[in-house]
């Protein structure tokens, strides 16, 4: 029979291990935003070794500004609001296993004064724009991807909710991004930058196809992806994706329901603009 000592040494020895093993996954969950939050600071007009870094588009080219220090002024305090604001919504979309209407339930009241602000969304949209290319530039395409995605998400809540000039998000597009391929990706932030710092990737990438993503829960392809010149869109609502008429079919039961409310909607934002 073991000894107290031996015993008592070993709890010790076990509960050491679980702290550590506690603490160390709790700094990899800190660290997972870390790429986020710091990137504010590296996408700032910089200076490294007296050469400007482009920022690509961070500051959106519709500003106008009285002066150079009104400038630095009214982006630093953007900034400082974008950075609380994401950290926020990228903790909430994280815990949510990537679910993005989770993250806006659940920041919508905190930070109602960016979710109601044109301007304020258009800085976030911009933000990620930018950090996304610096992370394909960089090589870290995972992080350009959730980048790119969350981009697209700010983007069509803004002609969605504040502009009225969309009846709803395009969700295939959005979660096709967060698993994109390298066309889409670099294909995506090269439509939306100022400048052609990802001219040269784009035309190594272009050859690549395209990948598209299959909304049937029941599709029997590798986690849905197939050739996006190969999908076939809901004709009544247009806002689900299948590879085939056979996933086309065995989703509809539980497509049924949204199809009718996307529907609604896009006939009455018809309606309302024509």
């Known amino acids: 029979m073991a000894s107290r000592k031996k015993i008592n040494g070993k709890a010790r020895r076990a509960a050491a291990a679980a702290k550590a093993k506690a603490t160390k996954d709790e700094e990899a969950a800190v660290n997972q935003n870390q790429p986020l939050v710091g990137q504010l600071q590296m996408n700032d007009m910089a200076m490294s070794d007296g050469v400007a870094k482009c920022n690509h588009g961070l500051v959106p080219s519709h500003y106008h500004w009285h002066s150079h ?9 953007m900034k400082q609001i974008v950075t609380g604001f994401l950290k926020a919504f990228v903790y909430e979309f994280d815990g949510a296993g990537g679910n993005f209407l989770a993250a806006y339930h659940a920041t919508k009241v905190s930070f109602a004064h960016v979710w109601k602000d044109l301007a304020k969304m258009e800085f976030v949209v911009s933000f990620l724009l930018s950090s996304g290319t610096s992370k394909v530039m960089e090589g870290n395409i995972k992080i350009a991807c959730k980048y790119a995605a969350l981009s697209c998400y700010f983007e069509q809540y803004v002609e969605v909710d504040l ?6 998000p395009n969700w295939c597009k959005i979660n096709e991004l967060y698993a994109a391929d390298m066309h889409t990706l670099v294909s995506f932030l090269k439509k939306r930058i ?17 990948i598209g993503l299959c ?3 029941e599709c029997p392809l590798p986690c849905g992806m197939t050739e996006r010149s190969l999908t076939m869109c809901c004709s009544r609502c247009r806002a689900a994706n299948y590879c085939s008429r056979e996933c086309q079919v065995a ?22 603009h024509h």
């Open 69 to 77: 220090e009104e400038f630095l002024t009214t982006t630093n305090n």
């Open 163 to 168: 502009l009225n000039t969309r009846a709803f």
């Open 194 to 210: 100022p400048c052609s710092c990802l001219d040269e990737k784009y035309k190594e990438v272009k050859h690549i196809p395209k």
């Open 215 to 217: 909304c049937s829960p």
């Open 251 to 272: 989703a509809w039961q539980g497509h049924k329901g949204e199809c009718a409310f996307y529907s609604d909607l896009k006939a009455k934002f018809q309606s309302e």
